[in-house]
Antibody, heavy 122, light 107 residues
């Protein structure tokens, strides 16, 4: 059974960089068969796809966040990470990591982490 | 970006009712559409992919249909555990986008 677990600070100051890590168990981020994504959900609102990374390190980001986002992968630790720079209160959200069930855009998200709330506040 | 519009934003229903949720894409997406169920404080759960394919382990009372721009999620007989928020997601092109959600509430 594949499991994903987000970790990182729950509080980030405005203008600083948000950093989260997703640890995968029961599966390998280096398998070459899946896209590994970050998705966020502001409190009481809908879902926003942030971007994905492939085992090779290739990425695809949402243009709305592209200038501030970096997603990286560490196959030796079976982890992938998110960095979001210059955060504001608008970046306050529950952040999910998720697996896209295939290395093609058409595949759905079949496994999700439990989510972690990140609050941007001084 | 492809915009996804769900309706209604909320619906009140009773156990045993048939419930239908609609999702419209701003441009044609063939059958590249998924449906998710989200309960409070939990991650979304995949119900339907490719517009009408039932994810393994999901009860058969859930079904999906549609192609092009108009899609439907149907719960044939609402059960107590089905009260949740439902989201559609287009999987036709990046950036991937979600609908605004439909909350199914107890009547």
């Amino acid at each position: 059974q594949v499991q994903l677990q987000e970790s990182g600070p729950g509080l980030v100051k405005p203008s600083e960089t948000l950093s989260l890590t997703c640890t995968v168990s029961g599966g390998s981020v280096g398998s070459g068969r899946y896209y590994w994504s970050w998705i966020r959900q502001p409190p009481g609102k809908g879902l926003e796809w942030i971007g994905y990374i492939y085992y090779s390190g290739s990425t695809n980001y949402n243009p709305s966040l592209k200038s501030r986002v970096t997603i990286s992968v560490d196959t030796s630790k079976n982890q992938f990470s998110l960095k979001l720079s210059s955060v504001t209160a608008a970046d306050t959200a529950v952040y999910y990591c998720a697996r896209q069930n295939g290395d093609y855009v058409g595949h759905p998200f079949d496994y999700w982490g439990q989510g972690t709330l990140v609050t941007v506040s001084s | 970006d492809i915009q996804m519009t769900q309706s209604p934003s909320s619906v009140s229903a009773s156990v045993g009712d048939r419930v239908t949720v609609t999702c419209r894409a701003s441009q044609g997406i063939s059958t590249w559409l998924a449906w998710y169920q989200q309960k409070p404080g939990k991650a979304p759960k995949l119900l339907i992919y490719a517009a009408s394919s039932l994810q393994s382990g999901v009860p058969s009372r859930f079904s999906g249909s549609g192609s092009g721009t108009d899609f439907t999620l149907t719960i044939s007989s609402l059960q107590p555990e089905d009260f949740a928020t439902y989201y559609c997601q287009q999987a036709n092109s990046f950036p991937l986008t979600f609908g605004g959600g439909t909350k199914v509430e107890i009547k």
